[in-house]
C-alpha cells in the first residue's frame, strides 16, 4: 500500500481554490492534478505491504499527532517545468514558516516504511502538473498574469494519509495534531 501525507485546507478555503483549479485543468486539458483534493505535501510517503498498512497507519498516525498546529497561507502561483522528458507545474507557493518546518521534520522522525528519501521541502498546493507540457505551462502563465487568482489561510491541525482507489487518491486515516 501506498500513503500520501498531506493535509487538506478546511472546506471553506479549499472550494475556491479547487473551483480553480477544476477550471483551469478542464481549459488545459490536463488533469493529474484533480486526482488529489487541494492538499499541501508534508513529507515523503509511506509504502508497506497491504496487509500491514492499518498497523503501519495507526504507528505514524500515533507519532504524527505528537506535532504542533500552525498557520499556513498560500503566497501566489508559481510556475516551474521539471524532469526529463519535461514537464510543467504551477502551483500556489507555500510559505516555509518555522511551525511548518517542525510539523514537516517532526513527520519525518518516523522513517519506517518512508517510500524514499525526502526530497528539498518545496511546500505548495498543485494547480496543475505531471500532464502540463512545457507549453501549456507558458500558456497558462500568460493567462494568469493578472488574473484575480484565489488564496488560502488556514490552521494546520490534523495530517491525513490518503491511498489510491479507482485512480483517485481518498483519505484512508488522519489525526488531529495535539502537540507532544
Known amino acids: 500500500m501506498r500513503f500520501i501525507v498531506i493535509t487538506v485546507p478546511p472546506e471553506?478555503?479549499?472550494?475556491?481554490?479547487?473551483?480553480f483549479r477544476q477550471t483551469w485543468n478542464r481549459n488545459l486539458g490536463t488533469f493529474e492534478a484533480l486526482r488529489y483534493p487541494a492538499h499541501l505535501t508534508l513529507r515523503t510517503g509511506l509504502v508497506c505491504p497491504d496487509d500491514q498498512a492499518e498497523s503501519v497507519a495507526e504507528r505514524f498516525l500515533e507519532h504524527a499527532r505528537k506535532g504542533q498546529p500552525c498557520s499556513v497561507a498560500t503566497d501566489g502561483l508559481f510556475f516551474v517545468t521539471y524532469g526529463e522528458p519535461r514537464r510543467g507545474m504551477a502551483g500556489w507557493r507555500v510559505p516555509l514558516s518555522a511551525g511548518l518546518e517542525r510539523v514537516h521534520r517532526h513527520l519525518l522522525e518516523f522513517s519506517a516504511w518512508q517510500k524514499g528519501?525526502?526530497?528539498?521541502?518545496?511546500?505548495?498546493?498543485?494547480?496543475?502538473?505531471?500532464?502540463?507540457?512545457?507549453?501549456?505551462?507558458?500558456?497558462?502563465?500568460?493567462?494568469?498574469?493578472?488574473?484575480?487568482?484565489?488564496s488560502a489561510q488556514w490552521t494546520l491541525d490534523h495530517v491525513a494519509l490518503f491511498r489510491e482507489v479507482d485512480g483517485v487518491w481518498v483519505e484512508w486515516a488522519r489525526t488531529v495534531l495535539r502537540g507532544a
Open 12 to 19: 471553506a478555503q479549499r472550494a475556491p481554490l479547487e473551483a
Open 117 to 150: 528519501p525526502q526530497a528539498p521541502f518545496e511546500p505548495h498546493v498543485s494547480l496543475a502538473y505531471h500532464d502540463l507540457t512545457p507549453e501549456q505551462l507558458l500558456v497558462l502563465e500568460r493567462q494568469l498574469a493578472g488574473v484575480d487568482v484565489p
